[in-house]
């Protein structure tokens, strides 16, 4: 009796340190489930990457100009973080399928069908390109009206438009044609608002042409200046444009914002003041006008380097200080903390702005080979497709943006890798601003791939 008394101590200490363990566990199962509570934990900890899941190459420093103005986005945004380029070396992160000749001609691929629980759900980033002889959805002659003229291919030396000539079909769901008149007549007395970088210009630029059919439009009014999109002292060009279409009623609006940060001069008097730029604070003009708003398209990377920062005097705010963390001090794991905390303020106003729909486009691919923009990287690919026609993974090649989109219901607008198919569609060196040995293997023709990009945007709205 003595002896198995002595045990009971020992069994009672192991039975609590059991239990203990239990709910160690549980509450660690609640802590990574439940979105909410992530948030509690320190900001700067939650996203620090690991290198499994960085998915972007930032360029050597040295490579970055520092004398570019940030805002000249359509000759500086080559300076850029690139899409990984594992999808041409077989890996999981981009599925690429090469063959099209199973294509019948309606458009279904018979061979390369799955079934899968998982069949009957839409992702519209998953499926494959396919000619169409009715593309392009406007003329790239006609829409001088909207298209910057660095961007209209039509108007270049250009001679080859194969690329017009495709659509995206996505696997598992019918994406409608689009036509015009039926979705100016969904927008009725809508504001439809892109925000981000010069990506977002493009994709602003091909709805304004997609609406119009690439006509002049004299009836179309300019109402930036409702906005406080008007030119600035010293500016060659506002922050943004933002156009009413009388017949509807519809604003579709575009705001640049390469960062999704909130810029605050530290000294407004001095024109060459260092500038706060604030992670955690989404940019001051989506705040002010987010009650107008009723579809907003956010969309930032490519201009994510610590070039850039140092020419514009851009410093790293948190909390309204300075920030001092190290680790978030790292060019990636400030950019995906300020994709994660925007995408948070955005989902945290839904539920104040039931008509709001709020989309995460993902990064646009760049198709440098052989140096970048500034040493001698080219895109000299001229055939449609020779990179495949398929997209068969479900997750997206984003995983930044996908991460920070789970378990919100902001919506992720994905074209990376139906976008990593299409190489022969940049600007390449046809562009009218082109300098002997410099291509454009980050911006799109127009009409072209951006096109795709709002099909599938307006697929959802």
């Known amino acids: 009796m003595k002896g198995g008394n002595s045990y009971r101590p020992r069994g009672r200490k192991f039975s609590l340190g059991l239990i203990a363990l239990l709910f160690a566990t549980v509450l660690l199962w609640i802590w990574e489930k439940n979105p909410f509570i992530s948030t509690l934990r320190s900001a700067q900890d939650q996203f620090l990457l690991s290198s499994s899941e960085f998915i972007f190459d930032i360029p050597n420093d040295s490579m ?261 963390d190290r680790n978030l001090a790292a060019i990636g794991n400030a950019k995906n903390f300020t994709v994660h905390s925007v995408v948070r303020w955005a989902d945290s106003q839904l539920p104040s702005h039931p008509r709001l729909k709020a989309f995460f486009r993902t990064i646009s691919p760049r198709h440098f080979l052989n140096g970048e923009w500034n040493t001698g990287g080219s895109c000299d690919n001229m055939s449609p497709l020779s990179k495949g026609s398929i997209v068969s993974q479900d997750d997206s090649s984003d995983l930044v943006v996908q991460s920070a989109v789970r378990g919100t219901k902001v919506k992720i607008l994905d074209i990376t890798a139906l976008s990593e198919l299409r190489d022969e569609g940049h600007i390449s060196r046809f562009s009218a601003k082109a300098s002997d040995g410099v291509q454009d293997c980050l911006h799109w023709c127009l009409p072209g791939l951006p096109d795709t990009w709002n099909e599938i945007l307006c697929a959802q709205v």
């Open 64 to 324: 970055v100009s520092a004398h570019h103005n940030e805002h000249t986005e359509e000759e500086d945004a080559n300076v850029t973080p690139k899409i990984s380029r594992k999808a041409e070396r077989g890996s999981d992160n981009v599925v690429i399928e090469k063959s099209t000749s199973a294509l019948s001609p309606k458009g279904k691929d018979t061979r390369h069908r799955k079934s899968s629980s998982k069949s009957k759900v839409c992702n519209y980033a998953k499926g494959r390109w396919i000619a169409d002889k009715s593309r392009p959805l406007y003329s790239g002659f006609g829409c001088k009206q909207w298209l910057s003229e660095m961007w209209a291919c039509r108007l270049t030396q250009r001679t080859d438009f194969s690329y017009e000539g495709y659509r995206w079909q996505p696997e598992n769901c019918e994406m409608p044609e689009f036509e015009r008149s039926s979705f100016l007549k969904r927008m009725q007395d809508k504001t439809i608002a892109f925000i981000g970088d010069s990506l977002g210009r493009q994709q602003f630029q091909s709805l304004m042409c997609m609406v119009t059919g690439g006509e002049e439009s004299p009836d179309v009014e300019d109402v930036g200046v409702n906005y406080g999109l008007v030119i600035p002292p010293g500016a060659i060009r506002p922050d943004g444009w933002a156009f009413r279409l009388p017949s509807t009623n519809t604003t579709i609006l575009y705001y640049w914002s390469a960062s999704l940060c909130d810029l605050e001069p530290l000294n407004i008097t001095d024109p060459s003041t260092y500038v706060a730029m604030h992670l955690d604070r989404p940019p001051a003009f989506v705040r002010k006008f987010l009650d107008t708003f009723d579809v907003l398209v956010l969309n930032t990377g490519h201009h994510w380097n610590r070039g850039k920062l140092n020419a514009n005097k851009w410093v790293m705010y948190v909390n309204g200080r300075p920030n001092e």
